[in-house]
């Protein structure tokens, strides 16, 4: 199994509402990093987690909440976004730090 | 700061051979390269580990100046699903057994046309 799954495709959600993203993998894969992708930018590394423990986290505004259940599972649980925090959220994960990345298909995103 | 990319944009036509340039302001330990077509996830190409270091995978290669902190991605006879947009990704000398991040460039759009 070569997949990272992500779920929902799609969400939209008010400024005053609280959801939460989904990602997954099962290739044994100990760093699992959340992205943000604005249309025709590259991905933002938000957060890294490294065996399960938050190794990096870029400035993200407290908003933005990890979470690492396992070493399979990845949340992030997002509360009281703003419309400019609506944007492509790509979940990856590789063997270790710093090597190949394997993207989910990400969440699309929309904050009205 | 963030790798930068050249071209920003090439149209080819099916065929022709296009390179793309990925440069650093620091010092390289390895680059990555990914392709992105619309709509859809990053997906990985081939890594670069060492100096002068050159892969291949098909028709698409890729070289690797350390000393230049330069990296290039070679497309030959280019086919239409070559499309969509090409990043690096640098991974520069961190603290020993400290985390290591990649860093994505600024992004290629290459449209192949029939």
């Known amino acids: 199994d070569t997949e990272v799954t992500q779920t929902p495709k799609h969400l939209v959600m008010g400024m005053t509402n609280k959801k939460s993203l989904k990602c997954e993998q099962h290739m044994g894969h100990r760093a699992m990093y959340w992205y943000k992708q604005k249309a025709k930018k590259p991905p933002e590394l938000m957060f890294v987690y490294s065996y399960e423990k938050l190794s990096i986290n870029e400035s993200v505004p407290s908003r933005f909440s990890p979470e690492c259940p396992n070493s399979s599972l990845l949340n992030l649980h997002l509360h009281a976004l703003q419309p400019e925090d609506s944007a492509l959220y790509l979940c990856?994960?590789?063997?270790?730090?710093?090597?190949?990345?394997?993207f989910g298909p990400g969440t699309r995103l929309t904050v009205l | 700061q963030q790798p930068v990319q050249s071209p920003q944009a090439v149209i080819l036509r099916e065929g022709e051979d296009a390179v793309i340039n990925c440069s650093s302001s620091k010092a390289l330990y390895s680059v990555h390269w990914y392709r992105q077509k619309h709509g859809e996830a990053p997906v990985f190409l081939m890594i670069?580990?060492?100096?002068?270091e050159q892969k291949g995978h098909e028709k698409i290669s890729a070289s690797f100046n350390e000393k230049k902190q330069q990296s290039s991605l070679y497309l030959t006879a280019s086919q239409l699903s070559y499309s969509g947009t090409y990043f690096c990704g640098t991974e520069s000398p961190g603290i020993p057994g400290g985390y290591q991040k990649v860093t994505f460039g600024t992004g290629t759009k290459l449209q192949v046309i029939p």
């Open positions: 670069l580990l060492k100096g002068g």
């Open positions: 990856a994960s590789s063997l270790a730090s710093a090597d190949t990345q394997y």
